[in-house]
């Protein structure tokens, strides 16, 4: 990426996978990491965060994987200010086509005191000497100040000019606790820019966390400050009350130019898929009033807001459904629709399969043109999101059958593959559900827990796929699984059972024998 300070130009710095990924129970395998990044790539990001090399085996090869698979943007990997960091994250970032090392540091005198146990000159040192070792690696070098919005101001401009001297191309000012307000952060990265001799020699970022709500808020008025990079997540994922939501970024970008005159190079129409995939990876649901990907950003029911719709749509909607890629569902395809027009369906809606997993998923949309009366596009999505979702999975729902009502006690019969063995149990529960996990855990000996179980529709009507989000915890290690079908409860085993598979990842590839199967 070239140094380009020009004044209509946002750069987008998508860190969902990093930050977004430090939300509690947020945790992605690398497949789901590879999925995301794939499209947040053909989305147009300019710079994806792919992980902390060092912070564990799994974050290395995720940045490895995305490294060699990302075709136009940045991949960017974080650092602390440490050799072993920097030439870790350097080794995971040496496929790339263009690659940057992040490293940074904490700044603000409570950070330096209480968490660095640093002197200032120390840290000052370490600057120098982080961001130097990463220059030999790349000319592509982002230095952060963390905790930058509680920094004395002398101290972080001595600290961003050695940066920019010692070869950071982008300086990033976090407001790591959210503490800041959009004036005060304006009055910030003016201060900055006049202030520091060799400001223009690079671009200025803002990482903005939302603890008060006003990420986006305060990330815009960096920009109209002069930063020209936003770092931010999909659905504003992150930790505690998250970071500034890309889609509210970059959708104020394109509708207010009249007060915000830069751009991005974000394709808009991609943002609902984006939302909707990174929402099911991480089975943190959208609030429904969430801006511009929330269920009810484009829905009117008041009287007078529909009256308004039908005579002209620009009296209550600002921008167009169309413009995030929200369509009406289309009931094009149904149970004689053949194999063309399938994968031109699926062409359509953006995915690429292979022929064997395309034999798989046109199989698999027979059986639910059989079940269901209409096949949505969503439906679609749900189907091909759940089948590549469960490619590579080594234990498999083979079948269930549930007796369940009022007389109980509740039954559940299953049968899971496992290894290529067909395993089946029954057992009883305190409901249906419950029966059908106690199944799982007889074939399948494990000792996670449920932290969660969330049930969705895919569309209205009593013949909707449900999809079922199930979250586990085992020794510290969280993972979530999904699942979707027209039945509910083979959803819900198919979710547990996918957590189950994640699990094993998390158990350095443990293979499913040493879960002990009877």
Same mark, same amino acid.
């Given at each position: 990426?070239?140094?380009?300070?020009?004044?209509?130009?946002?750069?987008?710095?998508?860190?969902?996978?990093?930050?977004?990924?430090?939300?509690?129970? @947020?945790? !992605?395998?690398?497949?789901?990491?590879?999925?995301?990044?794939?499209?947040?790539?053909?989305?147009?990001?300019?710079?994806?965060?792919?992980?902390?090399?060092?912070?564990? =085996?799994?974050?290395?090869?995720?940045?490895?994987?995305?490294?060699k698979m990302v075709k136009n943007a940045v991949v960017c990997g974080l650092a602390r200010a440490g050799d072993k960091d920097i030439d870790r994250a350097a080794d995971a970032l040496k496929?790339?086509?263009?690659?940057?090392?992040?490293?940074?540091?904490?700044?603000?005198?409570?950070?330096?005191?209480?968490?660095?146990?640093?002197?200032?000159?120390?840290?000052?040192? @370490?600057?120098?000497?982080?961001?130097?070792?990463? /220059?030999?690696?790349?000319? =592509?070098?982002?230095?952060?100040?963390?905790?930058?919005?509680?920094?004395?101001?002398?101290?972080?401009?001595?600290?961003?000019?050695?940066?920019?001297?010692? +070869?950071?191309?982008?300086?990033?000012?976090?407001?790591?606790?959210?503490?800041?307000?959009?004036?005060?952060?304006? $009055?910030?990265?003016? !201060?900055? /820019?006049? /202030?520091?001799?060799?400001?223009?020699?690079?671009?200025f970022s803002a990482h903005c966390h939302n603890d008060l709500g006003m990420a986006v808020a305060n990330s815009l008025a960096a920009v109209r400050a002069g930063a020209r990079q936003i770092?931010?997540?999909?659905?504003?994922?992150?930790?505690?009350?998250?970071?500034?939501?890309?889609?509210?970024?970059?959708?104020?970008?394109?509708?207010?130019?009249?007060?915000?005159?830069?751009?991005?190079?974000?394709?808009?129409?991609?943002?609902?898929?984006?939302?909707?995939?990174?929402?099911?990876?991480?089975?943190?649901?959208?609030?429904?009033?969430?801006?511009?990907?929330?269920?009810?950003?484009?829905?009117?029911?008041?009287?007078? %807001?529909?009256?308004?719709?039908?005579?002209? *749509?620009?009296?209550?909607?600002?921008?167009?459904?169309?413009?995030?890629?929200?369509?009406?569902?289309?009931?094009?395809?149904?149970? %004689?629709?053949?194999?063309?027009?399938?994968?031109?369906?699926?062409?359509?809606?953006?995915?690429?399969?292979?022929?064997?997993?395309?034999?798989?998923?046109?199989?698999?949309?027979?059986?639910? &043109?059989?079940?269901?009366?209409?096949?949505?596009?969503?439906?679609? $999505?749900?189907?091909?999101?759940?089948?590549? &979702? %469960?490619?590579?999975?080594?234990?498999?729902?083979?079948?269930?059958?549930?007796?369940?009502?009022?007389?109980?006690?509740?039954?559940?019969?299953?049968?899971?593959?496992?290894?290529?063995? %067909?395993?089946?149990? $029954?057992?009883?529960?305190?409901?249906?559900?419950?029966?059908?996990?106690?199944?799982?855990?007889?074939?399948?000996?494990?000792?996670?827990?449920?932290?969660?179980?969330?049930?969705?529709?895919?569309? $209205? +009507?009593?013949?909707?796929?449900?999809?079922?989000?199930?979250?586990?915890?085992?020794?510290?290690?969280?993972?979530?699984?999904? +699942?979707?079908?027209?039945?509910?409860?083979?959803?819900?085993?198919?979710?547990?059972?996918? *957590?189950?598979?994640?699990?094993?990842?998390?158990?350095?590839?443990?293979?499913?024998?040493?879960?002990?199967?009877?």
């Amino acid at each position: 990426m070239t140094n380009d300070n020009s004044k209509d130009r946002v750069y987008i710095f998508d860190t969902t996978l990093r930050d977004g990924e430090q939300s509690p129970g @947020a945790s !992605m395998t690398l497949g789901e990491k590879l999925q995301i990044a794939e499209v947040l790539d053909e989305m147009g990001v300019d710079i994806i965060e792919a992980g902390f090399p060092i912070a564990s =085996n799994g974050d290395f090869e995720a940045v490895t994987e995305v490294s060699k698979m990302v075709k136009n943007a940045v991949v960017c990997g974080l650092a602390r200010a440490g050799d072993k960091d920097i030439d870790r994250a350097a080794d995971a970032l040496k496929h790339a086509k263009q690659s940057r090392i992040h490293t940074f540091i904490s700044t603000s005198p409570l950070h330096m005191k209480f968490k660095l146990q640093m002197e200032p000159e120390e840290v000052y040192e @370490a600057v120098i000497s982080s961001v130097t070792r990463a /220059r030999g690696y790349t000319d =592509n070098v982002e230095w952060s100040c963390e905790d930058g919005t509680r920094t004395e101001h002398d101290f972080m401009c001595r600290c961003v000019e050695a940066a920019i001297k010692a +070869g950071a191309t982008t300086i990033n000012v976090p407001d790591t606790v959210g503490y800041t307000v959009p004036e005060e952060h304006f $009055e910030l990265f003016t !201060m900055l /820019r006049q /202030r520091v001799p060799n400001s223009d020699k690079a671009i200025f970022s803002a990482h903005c966390h939302n603890d008060l709500g006003m990420a986006v808020a305060n990330s815009l008025a960096a920009v109209r400050a002069g930063a020209r990079q936003i770092e931010c997540t999909i659905n504003g994922m992150g930790e505690r009350a998250g970071n500034a939501a890309l889609e509210e970024i970059v959708m104020a970008l394109r509708t207010r130019g009249d007060v915000l005159p830069y751009d991005s190079s974000v394709n808009t129409e991609v943002i609902t898929r984006v939302s909707k995939l990174v929402s099911n990876v991480t089975a943190f649901p959208v609030q429904y009033n969430k801006a511009i990907v929330g269920k009810n950003a484009f829905a009117h029911e008041s009287g007078i %807001h529909q009256d308004g719709m039908l005579k002209n *749509a620009e009296t209550y909607e600002i921008m167009t459904p169309e413009s995030v890629g929200l369509k009406e569902s289309s009931l094009v395809m149904g149970k %004689h629709s053949g194999r063309h027009a399938f994968r031109t369906k699926l062409e359509e809606m953006g995915y690429e399969l292979g022929d064997n997993q395309f034999q798989d998923v046109f199989a698999r949309f027979k059986d639910l &043109a059989d079940k269901k009366k209409h096949v949505y596009d969503e439906d679609i $999505e749900a189907l091909v999101d759940d089948q590549i &979702a %469960h490619a590579d999975d080594n234990i498999k729902v083979v079948a269930l059958t549930v007796i369940a009502g009022t007389g109980g006690p509740q039954k559940a019969t299953l049968t899971l593959e496992v290894d290529d063995r %067909h395993i089946t149990k $029954e057992c009883t529960g305190d409901g249906p559900v419950d029966a059908t996990f106690n199944a799982i855990k007889a074939i399948v000996d494990h000792s996670a827990s449920l932290q969660l179980f969330q049930v969705s529709a895919v569309t $209205e +009507g009593t013949d909707a796929q449900a999809e079922v989000s199930v979250r586990l915890e085992e020794d510290g290690k969280t993972v979530t699984g999904r +699942g979707a079908d027209t039945d509910t409860l083979v959803s819900s085993a198919k979710a547990y059972v996918s *957590a189950l598979n994640k699990l094993m990842v998390k158990r350095q590839k443990t293979k499913p024998e040493a879960l002990a199967a009877s």
